[in-house]
Every structure is written in C-alpha cells, then in structure tokens.
C-alpha cells in the first residue's frame, strides 16, 4: 500500500519560509517523480513544482519559479518543497503526488496524493 505522509506547513508572516516534508513507502521512491500541488479556498488544485525520479529534472509554475525549492532524498524516501518569499496568495491546502509513469504539471499523471496541509501566509 503506497502512503504519502506529510509534515510541515502552517501560519508565516509575508517574506517568511516554510519547508514541507512528504514521506513516503509502499513504492519504488527513486523511480517515482513527485509533484506538489495546492488548493486555495474556492479554487481548483494547481501545480506548484515537480521532480523527476533520480531527481535531475525540476519544473516549477511561473508563480513560485525563484521563490520555491523541491528535491528529494532518495535515501529517506522523502520528497521536500522549501518556501521562502512566502507570499499571502501562497495561502493554500498543499498536497504531494507521486507518479512512477510520468513527469510534470498535469494533476492526471500522479496516482497517488497525500493528505492536505494548510499553508497560511498572514499579510
């Protein structure tokens, strides 16, 4: 059974950092891309960042490109995403996917998510 545990997250004042952690087991980690996602109130689930399995590929949505850090530990199973430069529209439920058949931006190519955790950027 695959599972994505997820620590992390919470309240941070604007200009603050935050770093998420996804564990995971039940599955092959270094062959697995991971992506993050977020949600924010009354919008649909976006792409943030994404790595590809040996970690060598990154891609980022245009809105965190500079500001937001993912990779991953193929030793600890354990993907990462470090926020700095947090900014109030950065509010949102952060979610971690993992993938063992593709890589990048599409929601549709992670099968398996993570719980939720809320991100709270105060102004």
């Known amino acids: 059974q695959v599972q994505l545990v997820k620590s992390g997250g919470g309240l941070v004042q604007a200009g603050g950092s935050l770093r998420l952690s996804c564990a995971t087991s039940?599955?092959?980690?270094?062959?697995?891309?991971m992506g993050w996602f977020r949600q924010a109130q009354g919008k649909e689930r976006e792409f943030v960042a994404a790595?590809?399995?040996?970690?060598?590929?990154?891609d980022y949505a245009d809105y965190v490109k500079g500001r937001f850090t993912i990779s991953k530990d193929n030793a600890q199973n354990t993907v990462f995403l470090q926020m700095n430069s947090l900014k109030p529209e950065d509010t949102a439920v952060y979610y971690c996917?993992?993938?063992?058949?593709?890589?990048?931006?599409?929601?549709?190519?992670?099968?398996?998510w993570g719980q939720g955790t809320q991100v709270t950027v105060s102004s």
């Open positions: 996917a993992a993938s063992l058949t593709s890589f990048g931006p599409r929601r549709s190519g992670y099968r398996y």
């Open positions: 039940g599955l092959t980690f270094s062959n697995a891309a």
């Open positions: 790595i590809s399995g040996s970690g060598t590929f990154k």
